[in-house]
């Protein structure tokens, strides 16, 4: 493998690593992990949101 593949696995494993972080976070309040409130009150958030509603 020269320094070209090298750096293309490099920069593979840290997108794979940021993305799996991203990701977990991103699903622990839908999914009720590290004191979420579970799909149903996520759910119930945004159906309740006023954003994009017109007056």
Known sequence: MDVNGQADAGLLLLLLVVGL???GHAVQKP??????NGLATTAT????????RQS
């Open 21 to 23: 972080l991203i990701t």
């Open 31 to 36: 999914l009720g992990r590290l004191g979420g």
């Open 45 to 52: 958030v945004f159906m309740d949101s006023s954003v994009g």
